[in-house]
């Protein structure tokens, strides 16, 4: 994986990585505020993600469209089907009305952030 760190401001940089896979090249530019170690700390980070199969390109896709695709696609995989219908009331009535409309591009692979949904009292293993 290859990546460079370009100083944009006084304290901003703009990390440059290639997040292409096999022949096909994509380039991923992210800024960030701070000093030129805190930059290089960052770029090691997301080259290891990319490196580990861990990267999850940034995305407009809501909880909403996401829940209903894992249930529909996923669940039904490695679920029970008792579970997939109490997941799908739990999603219907609780976490989609709070939920519907934010999106996920603040998420990340993190087991604990990305694996599990949290509303309110009630936590859900994604």
Same mark, same amino acid.
């Given at each position: 994986?290859? =990546?460079?760190?370009? /100083?944009?401001?006084? %304290?901003?940089?703009? !990390?440059?990585?290639?997040? =292409?896979?096999?022949?096909? #090249? ?20 997301? !080259?290891?993600? !990319?490196?580990?199969? #861990? *990267? ?7 909880? +909403? @469209? *996401?829940? #209903? *695709? ?7 995989? @490695? ?5 997939? +219908?109490?997941? /799908? ?5 609780? %976490?989609?009305? $709070? !939920? $519907?409309? %934010?999106?996920? #591009? ?5 087991? %604990? ?6 509303? =309110?009292?009630? $936590?859900?293993?994604?």
């Amino acid at each position: 994986m290859r =990546g460079n760190i370009t /100083r944009r401001g006084k %304290s901003s940089w703009r !990390l440059k990585y290639d997040v =292409g896979t096999g022949s096909e #090249r994509r380039i991923a530019y992210v800024t960030v505020r701070g000093t030129r170690k805190q930059a290089e700390a960052e770029l090691a980070k997301r !080259l290891t993600e !990319l490196a580990e199969g #861990r *990267y999850v390109p940034p995305t407009v896709e809501t909880v +909403e @469209s *996401y829940a #209903r *695709y894992w249930i529909a696609d996923i669940a039904l995989t @490695s679920r029970a089907a008792i579970t997939i +219908e109490r997941f /799908r009331r739990c999603f219907v009535h609780t %976490s989609f009305p $709070a !939920l $519907a409309q %934010s999106n996920c #591009r603040g998420w990340t692979a993190r087991p %604990s952030i990305a694996s599990t949904l949290r509303v =309110g009292k009630w $936590a859900w293993r994604l």
